[in-house]
């Protein structure tokens, strides 16, 4: 059964912590990519990554980072540096075999800050 | 900076009545647009247009690209309660950002027994 999925479904951050955000996918896929949703703005990108060990910086990157040392597997860490981190995290990936910008989606971790 | 703008932000209807969504664009080196629709969690693929392919129909949906007026519209006919979802349109683009995606807004529809 293929697809993306994405842990936990809620997770809550202390001030000052730093929480990872796990996105896995067994879509083959080469492409992976994060994005922020908060209410009225669409979703917006944060990183993506293209390829095994590389990734780059999407239109809000500031206070987050990635790694992507395996092709299924693209952890987002949302830093204190990131001092609004109160959103609807999505996952997504794509196939540079076919059209890279068909992006399919995880479910999403909502993150809440306490 | 690459825009898509979406139109209505909402929409409220009644089962059975026709829906039309407005996507706008600017966006340096055009390659595609997408629509997704989002309904609780992870938004699921509709549409894809490309310069070679302006209209697409699935059922009761359907959506066109006009390249030249930078817009693009999903109709949805005869509107059912499980229509209502958060309708995204997103704009991809080639050369160095071949791949990114840029999403508008979003429009709302609440279809209404």
């Known amino acids: 059964d293929g697809g993306i999925t994405q842990s936990p479904k809620y997770l809550f951050r202390k001030e000052g912590q730093n929480v990872t955000l796990s996105c896995e996918q067994n879509?083959?896929?080469?492409?992976m990519y994060w994005y922020r949703q908060d209410p009225g703005q669409g979703l917006r990108l944060i990183y993506y990554?293209?390829?095994?060990?590389?990734?780059q910086k999407g239109d809000i990157a500031e206070g987050y980072s990635v790694s992507r040392e395996k092709k299924e597997s693209f952890p987002l860490t949302v830093t204190s540096a990131q001092k609004n981190p109160t959103a609807f995290y999505l996952c997504?990936?794509?196939?540079?075999?076919?059209?890279?910008?068909?992006?399919?989606f995880g479910p999403g971790t909502r993150l809440l800050v306490l | 900076e690459d825009k898509v703008v979406q139109s209505p932000l909402s929409l409220v209807v009644h089962e059975g009545d026709t829906v039309t969504l407005n996507c706008s664009y600017e966006?340096?080196?055009?390659?595609?647009l997408l629509w997704y629709k989002q309904e609780k969690k992870a938004p699921t693929f509709l549409f894809m247009l490309?310069?070679?392919?302006i209209e697409k129909k699935s059922g009761r949906l359907s959506s066109i690209l006009d390249k030249k007026e930078l817009f693009s519209i999903l109709n949805i006919t005869a509107t059912q309660t499980g229509d209502s979802a958060i309708y995204l349109c997103?704009?991809?683009?080639?050369?160095?950002?071949?791949?990114?995606?840029?999403f508008g807004q979003g429009t709302i529809l609440t279809v209404h027994p």
């Open positions: 997504a990936s794509s196939t540079t075999s076919g059209r890279l910008e068909t992006q399919y």
């Open positions: 879509l083959n896929h080469d492409a």
């Open positions: 990554s293209q390829i095994v060990n590389d990734f």
């Open positions: 997103a704009v991809g683009a080639g050369g160095t950002s071949y791949g990114k995606l840029t």
């Open positions: 966006v340096t080196n055009f390659r595609s």
């Open positions: 490309t310069s070679s392919g």
